[in-house]
């Protein structure tokens, strides 16, 4: 059981940039990034493979959201850039222990989350 921690929240205008992080307590398969607003599905945001050589992004975020991870496969960053006030969500960390298709598969373990709200 993995422990998750994410980091970088807050609160900026539309068009501005926030860089989420999270760190894990021990090295996983693969890494995945999620948000949650009131009154909405939780969605898939990005996520990343094995070794970090591959990445997916949801349609709403493609082109501005960048997924990184580290070589030992614990620490993973999402930079938000030109920001949208549709961003305003909890974000949360997964961490998963499959990896096909292009995503992160059989999510173990969740982070608390992090909150980012964007104004117009």
């Known amino acids: 059981q993995v422990q998750l921690v994410e980091s970088g929240g807050g609160s900026v205008k539309a068009g501005g940039s926030l860089r989420l992080t999270c760190s894990a307590s021990?090295?996983?398969?693969?890494m995945a990034w999620f948000r949650q607003a009131p009154g909405k599905q939780r969605e898939r945001v990005a996520n990343?493979?094995?070794?970090?050589?591959?990445?997916y992004y949801a349609d709403s975020v493609k082109g501005r959201f960048t997924i990184s991870i580290d070589n030992a496969m614990r620490t993973i960053s999402l930079q938000m850039d030109n920001l949208k006030p549709e961003d305003t969500a909890t974000y949360y960390c997964?961490?998963?222990?499959?990896?096909?298709?292009?995503?992160?598969?059989?999510?173990?373990?969740w982070g608390r989350g992090t909150q980012v709200t964007v104004s117009s």
């Open positions: 990343i493979s094995p070794g970090g050589s591959e990445t």
């Open positions: 997964a961490a998963g222990s499959s990896y096909y298709d292009r995503i992160c598969q059989s999510i173990q373990s």
């Open positions: 021990r090295g996983t398969t693969c």
